[in-house]
């Protein structure tokens, strides 16, 4: 038995012997493979080509290897033409850019300058308006003053909206006031019988006294018409404007005055009352009082055709007025 265990002892020792020596080798063997690998491996790789013509797989990863090396460095050359490309490109681009600028700036002076330019015109031709407007206006007035010379020289002048001659202007306005006047005293005359009637002759005072301003409005009126006719520039005069503005009271108005205080009444009668001194300066007309009686007598059935200026009946206005008071 320890014969047999003796033998098996031995038997290990001298496996382990060798295993530990495989081992050794092995390892040798293996860091001198991974050491001279790659020349080993292309001198069999090599070899083996050379005696069976047949290429294998590591040669055709090399030939692979190197063509992609080839693809890469030719990819990388492109990429730096393409970045050497964009590089030119982005300095044309930054100096589009500033050209841009450059112009934007020239366009914003040229259109600061055409507006300035478009604003002196504006003003010229506004200027050249206005003396155009001066210059028609002066012509016109040129026009006007020569007509009026040449008129004046032929003795014609401008009377109520028509040109006529001086003496025609003179001898209408001269009829017409000389009418209005015989109208105006046969009108006083025949109302003064009227006017002396207690309380109904205060309606007849108030009438003709109306009736009185009118002729005196119209007067005036006839006589600034016949100064345009001298004077184109005269307009109204102050006496014109102040009658044509003056109203008659009412009668019930008339009437309560005197009866509220007959002195002040009486008093402003006399202060507008010419005095003794001042009738002895007026010059009266001839008058021939046994016609003027005849008018007066037989005026009473038609006072009122005499004093109403194209009325037919004043006396039934001025009746119908007194009864509406």
Do not use: H
């Not at 206006?137 to 009377?159: A, H, M, Y």
């Not at 046969?186 to 003709?208: D, H, N």
């Not at 037989?298 to 037919?312: C, K, P, Q, V, Y």
Request: with cysteine.
């Amino acid at each position: 038995m320890k014969k047999i265990l003796g033998i098996a002892w031995r038997f290990f020792w001298r496996l382990k012997t060798i295993l530990l020596a495989l081992l050794l080798v092995g390892s040798l063997s293996l860091n001198l493979v991974l050491f001279v690998g790659g020349s080993l491996f292309s001198a069999v790789n090599s070899g083996f080509e050379a005696v069976s013509g047949i290429q294998t797989i590591a040669s055709r990863n090399k030939a692979e290897i190197a063509s992609l090396s080839e693809d890469v460095i030719i990819e990388r050359k492109a990429k730096r033409e393409v970045k050497g490309q964009l590089a030119e490109t982005s300095a044309e681009l930054v100096a589009e850019r500033k050209v841009k600028r450059e112009l934007k700036g020239q366009v914003a002076e040229i259109s600061g300058d055409l507006v300035v330019e478009r604003n002196a015109k504006r003003a010229l031709r506004s200027q050249v308006s206005d003396q155009a407007a001066e210059l028609a206006s002066f012509r016109v007035s040129n026009r006007q003053l020569k007509s009026q010379v040449r008129d004046i020289g032929l003795g014609i002048v401008p009377f109520k909206g028509k040109k006529v001659a001086l003496s025609a202007a003179v001898d209408e306005t001269a009829d017409m006031v000389n009418r209005r006047a015989v109208k105006t005293a046969k009108r006083e005359v025949a109302s003064m019988p009227a006017e002396a009637i207690p309380y109904l002759g205060t309606a007849m005072i108030v009438g003709v006294t109306a009736l009185e301003l009118y002729d005196l409005c119209a007067t005036l009126k006839d006589m600034s018409a016949l100064k345009r006719a001298f004077n184109p520039d005269f307009g109204q005069s102050d006496e014109e404007l102040e009658v044509c503005a003056m109203k008659v009271p009412p009668k019930a108005e008339i009437i309560e005055a005197v009866k509220a205080s007959p002195e002040k009444a009486w008093a402003a009668a006399t202060a507008a009352t010419p005095s003794w001194s001042e009738l002895k300066q007026f010059e009266f007309p001839d008058v021939s009082w046994t016609e003027m009686w005849g008018t007066t007598t037989s005026g009473a059935s038609d006072i009122w055709e005499n004093t109403a200026e194209g009325a037919n009946d004043i006396g039934a206005k001025v009746k119908k007025w007194w009864l509406a008071e």
